[in-house]
């Protein structure tokens, strides 16, 4: 696998996040890779910083989303706005460093949630 800085990324996630309501996370706390030649079936993953890592090296909570380009660059603009607003609905609400599972308490991560945040994404950008 090959890991290269995705800066195109983070410019749609700050866009993404200026549209929808997730006032808890910080885009300047998260840093985007574009992997390639990756064996996983995934079009894009979260990573983590947990807290004793955090510690360690006197940082606050991070994440990385990486996007895996063999599935996730041939996906319309609006399929892979999707992708990103499923990653950052792993974001806990504290922006700890932590990561919600796709079923849990409260809201789960699904298909359902993540067209409900979509929609009310292109309401917003078009109503502006």
């Known amino acids: 696998m090959e890991l290269a800085p995705a800066p195109d990324i ?30 996983s079936r995934a ?31 041939h996906l319309s603009p609006n399929d892979q706005a999707r992708v990103l607003i499923h990653e950052l609905m792993h974001i806990p609400k504290n922006f700890s460093g932590a990561l919600l599972p796709h079923r849990g308490r409260g809201k789960g991560i699904n298909h359902k949630t993540v067209e409900s945040i979509f929609k009310q994404f292109q309401i917003n950008t078009n109503s502006k």
């Open 10 to 39: 983070h410019k749609r996630l700050a866009h993404l996040l200026k549209h929808i309501d997730f006032p808890h996370i910080d885009v300047h706390r998260i840093v985007c890779f574009r992997s390639t030649k990756a064996t």
């Open 43 to 73: 079009r894009a993953r979260i990573w983590s910083l947990p807290r004793i890592w955090q510690m360690a090296l006197s940082l606050k909570a991070h994440y990385v989303i990486e996007v895996l380009s063999q599935h996730f660059d």
